[in-house]
């Protein structure tokens, strides 16, 4: 069974920072498609962004474009999530995601992680 562990989060003034990090196991991580979704309380879980397994092509929901990167290491089987200029509408639980396809990924894929909780103050 794929594992995903999600570090990285917790509070953080408005304007600030955080790096999320996924941690993947138990599958060949290079042939996988990577993506970040957000659950805000109350609301859907929404996609936030994704990264392909092979050319390290990148896609992003509007709301986070410019101040999000997301990047992987497939020496490390990690995916990371840089955030920068948090807004306090950013605050959810964000959890990482996986699946052999990069349209899937950015939809229904096909692993989860558990969630790590990201709180911007304003």
């Known amino acids: 069974q794929v594992l995903l562990v999600e570090s990285g989060g917790g509070l953080v003034q408005a304007g600030g920072s955080l790096r999320l990090s996924c941690a993947a196991s138990?599958?060949?991580?290079?042939?996988?498609?990577m993506g970040w979704f957000r659950q805000a309380p109350g609301k859907e879980r929404e996609f936030v962004a994704a990264?392909?397994?092979?050319?390290?092509?990148?896609t992003y929901t509007d709301s986070v474009k410019g101040r999000f990167t997301i990047s992987r290491d497939n020496a490390k089987n990690t995916v990371l999530l840089q955030m920068n200029s948090l807004k306090p509408e950013d605050t959810a639980v964000y959890y990482c995601?996986?699946?052999?396809?990069?349209?899937?990924?950015?939809?229904?894929?096909?692993?989860w992680g558990q969630g790590t909780q990201v709180t911007v103050s304003s």
């Open positions: 995601a996986a699946d052999r396809n990069v349209a899937t990924v950015a939809a229904t894929p096909a692993y």
């Open positions: 138990r599958l060949t991580f290079s042939i996988y498609a």
């Open positions: 990264i392909s397994r092979s050319d390290g092509s990148t």
